[in-house]
């Protein structure tokens, strides 16, 4: 019922930058949060950086002071500025969302189709 449409990735050499942006569309009351995951070949999925409706922002630690995630809550849009790419930042990375349809139903989570994101060194 939510779609997620990501845009943005492809290939960079390390130190350099790239902007992931991620629109979402459908049945949506409101959207609670909204960011992204990433997951190395090999790896597990794990939390790149989110923002909440309340404005609370979180990065995982090996981003902090590199990445920057940004949402436009009219649009229902969000987006990641990567910059000082390294080569360990070689993932796909996965938009999700928690939003929910009606006033009164619960959140649920929503994914986009992942987009591949290469630093070469």
């Known amino acids: 019922q939510v779609q997620l449409v990501e845009s943005g990735g492809g290939l960079v050499q390390a130190g350099g930058s790239l902007r992931l942006s991620c629109a979402a569309s459908?049945?949506?009351?409101?959207?609670?949060?909204m960011g992204w995951y990433r997951q190395a070949s090999g790896n597990q999925r794990e939390l790149v950086a989110l923002?909440?409706?309340?404005?609370?922002?979180e990065y995982s630690d090996s981003v902090k002071g590199r990445f920057a995630i940004a949402r436009d809550v009219n649009k229902n849009t969000v987006s990641l500025q990567m910059n000082s790419l390294k080569p360990e930042d070689t993932a796909v990375y996965y938009c999700?969302?928690?939003?929910?349809?009606?006033?009164?139903?619960?959140?649920?989570?929503?994914w986009g189709q992942g987009t591949q994101v290469t630093v070469s060194s």
């Open positions: 999700f969302t928690e939003s929910k349809t009606l006033r009164w139903s619960t959140f649920f989570r929503s």
């Open positions: 459908g049945k949506i009351f409101s959207i609670d949060a």
């Open positions: 923002t909440t409706a309340g404005g609370t922002t």
